[in-house]
C-alpha cells in the first residue's frame, strides 16, 4: 500500500523543510511540498505529520542482542530487539558477531544471521569479529566479506585471554582489511593493563562495581586508541573506534586523523547522559550501570558533546547489551567486579535520551542529531544512499516524531526482555509518533503495529579501500 506522509518539517544531516513524502514500492518516490491527496493512488495510507519532524529511519551501528558473554547470555532475541528498536524510531540495526576463539568465522556468522533472518522486523546487518586469525579464519572471513556482504570486521584490545588478539595477528587482520576494503571498528583499550589493574583491586578487598572504572581508567582507553591507530598507519586500514567514552580517547583518534590515518569515532548514548556515579550506587545497584569501556567523570561529557557538535565524533550508537540484573545479583559479579556482565540497554530509549539531553538541550542541533544517529552510520558502513536520508530513491525508513511529546522512560515501557530499565523515571521530551521500514508502519505511538520477521540482511560493498 502506498504511503503519503503530509504536512511535515523534513530533516535530514543538511536540511530542514517542508515536504510532503509520497512512497510506494518500498523507496520513496516523490518529495514534494504539497502533493495533492486527490491525485495519488486512493488507496493510500495518509498520516498527518502536520507539526512534526520527520526523519529518516535512525541506524543503530553497535548492538548485541545474540550474546554468549562472561557465563551468561544477553536476554534479548531479534523479535524483542526490533521492537525495543521500532519504538525509539531505529530501523536499521548493526550487531556485532562475537564468537569465542575457538569457534569458526563462518559457523558463527551462519549461527548470528540464522538468529535474525525471519524474527527481525528491522533491516539489519553485522560487524563480523576476529577473535582468531590462522588460516583457516583468514578463508572464511574472506568468504564473509566477499558472498554474503559483511564489509565491517571487529577487533578487541581487551578481554586479555579470550577476545583480543596479539600484536602479529592484529597487524595481519588490519592488512587484510585494507586488501578487501573492510572497515575495523575496534575497542580500544590495553588489555593487559587492565588485567594487571583488575587482579590489583581485587586483592586489595576491592570488589564492588564501583571499582569497574579505577580497573579501566582513561589513560587505557587513550592507549588502546593510539595502538590501533598505529598498526592502520602501518597498513593503510581504516578504523572505526567504537563507544569512546573521554577525552583522552577522542584526543588519540583526532591526533591520528591528523597525522593521515583512515578514523572515524563513535560515541554511545550511555557515556553522553551517565557518570560513573551511577555505577557506584549502593546496595550492588551500580552493577546495572558497569559497561566497557566505563562510566566516566561527567566532565568527560561536556567534551564528547562539543565534538559532536563539530561532527568530529561521526556517530552515537548504544552498544545496547542487555543482561539481567537479577541473574547479576544472585549469582553473577556479587563476590568480584570483573564477574558482572558488562552493558546498559539503550536500544528503545537511544534517540529520545539524545533529543532530550542533546538538542533540546542546545548542545547539537537538528541536522547533527540526524547525522549522528543515522546518515554517518549509512554512509561509514556502506549503507548510504539507501538508508540514512530522505530523497527519492531511498528506502522508505522514515520516523514521524513529536518534539513536543513528553513521557517517561520506564522499564514497563520497555519491548527489550531485560529485567531493568537503566533510565527508570527519566523525563524526556520527543518521542516517535510512526516508524516505518521501506514504507510499512511497523511502530506507532511506541507500540509495534507491524509483522514480525521482515527485516532483511542488509548486504555491503566494501568501500575502504
Known amino acids: 500500500m502506498p504511503l503519503l506522509i503530509k504536512g511535515g518539517r523534513v530533516i535530514t544531516a543538511t536540511d530542514d523543510q517542508r515536504l510532503d513524502i509520497y512512497c510506494e514500492g518500498e523507496t520513496i518516490t516523490r518529495l514534494e511540498p504539497d502533493i495533492d491527496p486527490a491525485a495519488v493512488d486512493p488507496k493510500t495510507e495518509i498520516i498527518d505529520a502536520a507539526g512534526k519532524l520527520v526523519f529518516p529511519g535512525f541506524i543503530d551501528p553497535h548492538v548485541h542482542i545474540h550474546l554468549p558473554f562472561m557465563g551468561t547470555h544477553a536476554r534479548d532475541d531479534w523479535a524483542s530487539a526490533s521492537r525495543a528498536a521500532l519504538a525509539g524510531g531505529t530501523t536499521t540495526l548493526i550487531e556485532m558477531i562475537c564468537p569465542g576463539p575457538d569457534d569458526e568465522p563462518m559457523t558463527a556468522f551462519e549461527d548470528w544471521r540464522s538468529r535474525a533472518e525471519g524474527t527481525a522486523s528491522v533491516d539489519f546487518t553485522f560487524h563480523m569479529s576476529v577473535v582468531r586469525f590462522d588460516e583457516l579464519a583468514q578463508r572464511q572471513l574472506r568468504q564473509i566479506v566477499n558472498d554474503h556482504g559483511i564489509a565491517s570486521f571487529k577487533v578487541f584490545l581487551a578481554y586479555k585471554g579470550a577476545l583480543d588478539l596479539s600484536d602479529a595477528d592484529l597487524f595481519a587482520c588490519l592488512s587484510l582489511a585494507k586488501e578487501l576494503g573492510v572497515i575495523v571498528t575496534a575497542h580500544c583499550e ?99 550501570y558497569v559497561m566497557s569501556p566505563p562510566l566516566r567523570d561527567k566532565s568527560n561529557q561536556a567534551f564528547l558533546w562539543n565534538q559532536l557538535r563539530a561532527r568530529a565524533i561521526s556517530t552515537i550508537g548504544t552498544d545496547h547489551a542487555p543482561f539481567d540484573f537479577e541473574a547479576q545479583k544472585k549469582a553473577l559479579g556479587r563476590d568480584a567486579f570483573p564477574k558482572i556482565p558488562n552493558g546498559i540497554p539503550s536500544v528503545q530509549e537511544r534517540i529520545d535520551l539524545i533529543h532530550t539531553h542533546g538538542v533540546l538541550s542546545g548542545r547539537i542541533d537538528y541536522q547533527t542529531f540526524v547525522d549522528a544517529c543515522s546518515t554517518q552510520a549509512a554512509r561509514i558502513f556502506g549503507l548510504y544512499p539507501r538508508k540514512g536520508t530522505i530523497r527519492v530513491g531511498s528506502d522508505a525508513d522514515l520516523v514521524v516524531y513529536d518534539p513536543n511529546k513528553k513521557h517517561t522512560l520506564a522499564h514497563k515501557a520497555s519491548h527489550s526482555n531485560v529485567d531493568y530499565n537503566a533510565f527508570e523515571g527519566w523525563e524526556m521530551t520527543g518521542k516517535s509518533e510512526f516508524v516505518t521500514v521501506r514504507g510499512k508502519i511497523q511502530a506507532r505511538n511506541g507500540q509495534f503495529v507491524g509483522e514480525t520477521g521482515t527485516g532483511r540482511l542488509l548486504k555491503r560493498k566494501p568501500t575502504h579501500f
Open 190 to 288: 590495553n588489555a593487559g593493563a587492565i588485567d594487571a589493574m583488575q587482579a590489583k583491586l581485587v586483592s586489595e578487598g576491592k570488589t564492588g562495581p564501583e571499582f569497574h572504572e579505577p580497573s579501566r581508567p582513561t589513560c587505557v582507553e587513550g592507549d588502546g586508541v593510539t595502538h590501533l591507530a598505529t598498526m592502520a598507519q602501518l597498513t593503510g586500514a581504516h578504523i572505526y573506534c567504537v563507544h569512546t567514552s573521554c577525552d583522552e580517547a577522542v584526543n588519540a583518534a583526532l591526533a591520528a586523523r591528523r597525522r593521515g590515518v583512515n578514523i572515524w569515532i563513535e560515541a554511545v548514548a550511555p557515556h553522553l547522559v551517565l557518570d560513573k556515579t551511577y555505577a557506584e550506587l549502593p546496595e550492588f545497584e551500580g552493577a546495572k
